[in-house]
């Protein structure tokens, strides 16, 4: 059975820094991409930043600069770390794996999703 688990969620203030993790265990997962995707109350859930089995990664705009995505295949885990956070980035982040050749903002498919971790940045 296969499971996504996301963790290192939690309160911040503005500018300060949070790193999630996410852990994929059921199958081997190092020729999957893997992402991460968000969704602010009451908005749609929206792309942040995902990479592909080779590495290549793919980043919102709006988090450019300021996030980086990275994984371990042998542990099947994908890491984002969290810098310069802003109010902005309040939500609640979602960690997902994609079988799929495609790994690009538009055309990323998820097959496995985790429940999620709140990040929640004070002002």
């Known amino acids: 059975q296969v499971q996504v688990v996301e963790s290192g969620g939690g309160l911040v203030q503005a500018g300060g820094s949070l790193r999630l993790s996410c852990a994929a265990s059921?199958?081997?997962?190092?020729?999957?991409?893997m992402g991460w995707f968000r969704q602010a109350p009451g908005k749609e859930r929206e792309f942040v930043v995902t990479?592909?089995?080779?590495?290549?990664?793919y980043y919102a705009d709006s988090v450019k600069g300021r996030f980086t995505i990275s994984r371990d295949n042998a542990k099947n885990t994908v890491y984002l770390q969290m810098n310069n956070l802003k109010p902005e980035d309040t939500a609640v982040y979602y960690c997902?794996?994609?079988?799929?050749?495609?790994?690009?903002?538009?055309?990323?498919?998820?097959?496995?999703w985790g429940k999620g971790t709140l990040v929640t940045v004070s002002s």
């Open positions: 997902a794996v994609s079988s799929g050749v495609l790994a690009g903002p538009s055309n990323f498919r998820g097959d496995y």
């Open positions: 059921g199958r081997p997962f190092s020729n999957y991409a």
């Open positions: 990479i592909k089995w080779n590495g290549n990664t």
